[in-house]
Structure formats: structure tokens, C-alpha cells
């Protein structure tokens, strides 16, 4: 029981922790949309924004649920005291992304040279330098998450999301103050500039604690099993992603760029609100696989009650200050960026209705029902993908709010439903009352 305590403890800190960061880091990157969006404009903002969520959507993907596969396995190897397996997941991981990022980068190059002539010289420069940045935004997906795997929440997430939004500031301005122009493919520039130096900053750092929690040892492997639970949880990774940029990509098929601009911008300042659930996913997903490992059954409940009572809390307060102070934030993009205040409204709400239904991805994945969740994050990606396209052509960009706001907590209520019926563990805030 003490060593439940105590892992409760711990992992409210790192929660706490994660969220001071990530709240520092959406400052930083709200900063950075605002100088970007002042720089390049409100129609130039919106190609930046579409080129940017490509490298989101396929640099993730291109770990293959890898970047979450190793905060489940390596926890669960070193409590079953088999090191070796660990040292085989970490190095076997690095390389396996590292080869499928450029694989993917190379692919994405065949499909340019291609169709650029279709998609426009606007598009096609920022396009080029993207694929340069796939493999550096991949390989520093993997570290996060191998620093995650170890509980260095600090090191997981600041270089990502602290120090590479400084970085791109610094590069941006540089680049202009050089004689660059301000647009969609030097911003991009400045992008690759910062996601190399900080991955560089991160991997030294990681490498040195690697080195001292894992000495060097014999490796082992098991790829049958890592792959067998890695690719769905790749597949929810991608419909998580999905869900994320599905509503920019269809937007920017119906609408001007300007209005993508608009509503990219009102996804930024959601960030505020979006990074409490992520903390207390940092902070808690590792150990609900450690407690699992070591049969503790009433620690993981107890953390599974803990994270969301204490995340819909937090997400709750945040949405009520970020709607507080939403004029102002959007203000400060520029002329014409007021108007997304009803749009900020409707995702925030979403968020916090999400919130209340709990961890449910994180239990599922943790605990070996990846596959029931890829199946829900599935159904929800094709739910929203329908929604925008009925309301977007109607509505404009308060169809697209809609239609994510929906998506996003019909995929927690159905999550939250799976955990209860396979696992017997209930995520939602009520839980346990």
C-alpha cells in the first residue's frame, strides 16, 4: 500500500510538473503564431498552417506507434527485470523510425515532384523544406517518449515544446534580418533550423541518463510482439492526429486561406486548454502499465481516479481563464483575427466535456485493448471527417468547430465505454463516487 502511495504521489507530481512546462511551452507557442501570423499575414499564415500539420500528421505517423509503444514495453520489461529486452526496444526503435521517417520523407518527395504543378508554387517550397524536417520531428517524437518511459517528463517535453518554439523565433527573425523574405517556405526554414537544434539538445541529454539508469548490456528482441501492438496503436495515433487536423485539411479545400489562417489560430490559443489532459497523460500512462506489471490492480484504479478528477478540474479552469482573455489573445494575430472567438467557445467546450470521460485511450493501450481503441479513434475520425464535410460547406468555420467538438467526445464517451467493458476499470470523472 505504501508503494501505491507513493507512486500516486509521484505521479501527481510529474503531472504537475508536465503542466507547468506545457503552459510555459503554449505561451511560447502562442507567441510564435502571433509573430508568425503578424510576418507572413492572415492568407499566408493559413499555407504555413496547412504545410505545418503535414510534418504533424506525417511525422508522427511515421512511427508506427513506436513513439507510444516504447513508454508501455520498456516500463514493463525493466519491472519484469528483463533489461535486455529494454536495451533491444530503445536502440531496435531509434532505427526503426529514423528509416521509416526518410522512407516517408522520400515518398512524400515522388508524390511532389508529381503533382506540384496542382497544388501551386505557393504550396510546393514550404512542401520541399517539410519533407527535410520529417525525419528530425520523427526521431524527437521517439525521444519524447522514451524520456517519458522513464518518468523524465522535464526532459521530455521541454525541448519539443519549450525550446524548439524559441528556437523558431530566434531562426525566423534571423532569417528576415539576413534579407530572407517573410514567407511560408522561410518559416519552414526556421522550423528545421530549431527541430535540429533541440533534438540534438534532447538526444545529448537523454543518451547521458540512458547510459546511467541502463548500462550497457546485452540486447534482446521481440518484434513479432512490439509490432503486434504498435501498429494499432499507430493506427489510433494517426486518427488522433486526425482528429486533431482534419478540420484545418478540410477547411482549406472549401475556404480561403484567410479563413484557414482564422481558424488555426483559434486552435493554437485551444493549445492552453488542450495541454492539461496531456500532462496528466505524461505524467500517468507509463505507470498504469507498471502497475499492471506488478499486479497492483488497486494502485492503477486509484491513478486512473485520480488523473480525471484532477484533469477535469484543471482543464475546466483553464477553458473559463483562455474564454476570459480570448479577445485580447486573438487580437493579437492581427486585423480580422476577432472573429474567432465563437470558435474558440465551441472547441474548449469540447475539450472539457472530453476531459470529464477520463483516460480511456491511455488505459486501453497501457493495458494490451490497443485494438478496441484503434477501432473507437477509427469510428470518430470517420464521424468528424463527415461532420465538416456536411457543415463546412454550410457553416464555414463554426461547422468545423462543431463538427471537431462532436467527433471529440463521441471518441471519449466510446473510449471511456471500452475501458469499462474490457478492462472493468471506469474512467469517467464519476467514478468511484
Avoid: K
Amino acid at each position: 500500500m505504501a508503494g501505491g502511495v507513493a507512486t500516486l504521489a509521484r505521479a501527481q507530481r510529474s503531472a504537475l510538473a508536465v503542466l507547468a512546462i506545457r503552459v510555459l511551452g503554449a505561451a511560447i507557442a502562442y507567441g510564435v503564431q502571433v509573430l508568425l501570423a503578424r510576418l507572413l499575414g492572415r492568407a499566408e499564415y493559413g499555407i504555413y498552417a496547412a504545410v505545418w500539420i503535414w510534418v504533424a500528421i506525417l511525422g508522427h505517423g511515421a512511427l508506427w506507434g513506436v513513439g507510444q509503444s516504447v513508454y508501455r514495453f520498456v516500463p514493463h520489461h525493466r519491472a519484469s527485470g528483463e533489461p535486455d529486452l529494454a536495451r533491444g526496444f530503445l536502440a531496435g526503435g531509434a532505427l526503426f523510425v529514423l528509416a521509416s521517417a526518410l522512407l516517408v520523407a522520400a515518398l512524400g518527395g515522388v508524390l511532389l515532384w508529381l503533382g506540384g504543378d496542382r497544388l501551386g508554387a505557393a504550396y510546393t517550397a514550404p512542401l520541399v523544406v517539410a519533407l527535410l524536417v520529417l525525419p528530425l520531428f520523427a526521431l524527437q517524437d521517439y525521444a519524447e517518449g522514451v524520456a517519458r518511459a522513464f518518468h523524465w517528463t522535464a526532459l521530455a517535453i521541454a525541448p519539443p515544446y519549450l525550446l524548439r518554439p524559441a528556437l523558431i523565433v530566434l531562426a525566423m527573425v534571423g532569417l528576415i534580418a539576413a534579407g530572407a523574405p517573410a514567407d511560408p517556405a522561410v518559416a519552414m526554414i526556421a522550423f528545421a533550423v530549431a527541430a535540429a537544434a533541440s533534438l540534438a539538445v534532447q538526444a545529448t541529454m537523454l543518451l547521458a541518463r540512458l547510459r546511467r539508469e541502463l548500462p550497457a548490456g546485452s540486447r534482446a528482441y521481440r518484434p513479432r510482439l512490439w509490432a503486434a501492438a504498435s501498429l494499432p496503436i499507430a493506427l489510433v495515433d494517426l486518427t488522433t492526429l486526425g482528429l486533431s487536423y482534419v478540420d484545418v485539411l478540410i477547411l482549406s479545400l472549401f475556404l480561403p486561406p484567410e479563413a484557414v489562417g482564422l481558424y488555426f489560430a483559434a486552435t493554437r490559443i485551444l493549445q492552453f486548454v488542450a495541454f492539461v489532459p496531456y500532462a496528466a497523460s505524461a505524467a500517468t500512462a507509463g505507470r498504469f502499465a507498471e502497475a499492471r506489471a506488478m499486479g497492483d490492480d488497486a494502485t492503477l484504479r486509484a491513478l486512473v481516479r485520480q488523473a480525471v478528477r484532477l484533469t477535469t478540474l484543471a482543464t475546466l479552469t483553464a477553458g473559463a481563464g483562455v474564454l476570459a482573455v480570448s479577445p485580447l489573445l486573438l487580437a493579437m494575430f492581427g486585423s480580422g483575427f476577432q472573429g474567432g472567438v465563437g470558435l474558440l467557445a465551441i472547441l474548449v467546450a469540447g475539450v472539457a466535456l472530453q476531459a470529464a470521460f477520463g483516460p480511456g485511450e491511455d488505459v486501453l493501450t497501457m493495458l494490451g485493448a490497443e485494438r478496441v481503441c484503434a477501432a473507437v479513434s477509427l469510428a470518430a475520425l470517420a464521424l468528424a471527417a463527415a461532420l465538416n464535410l456536411a457543415l463546412i460547406p454550410i457553416l464555414g468555420p463554426t461547422g468545423a468547430a462543431l463538427a471537431m467538438a462532436g467527433a471529440g467526445v463521441a471518441r471519449a464517451l466510446g473510449l471511456a465505454i471500452a475501458a469499462r467493458r474490457r478492462l472493468g476499470i471506469a474512467t469517467h470523472v464519476l467514478a468511484g463516487r
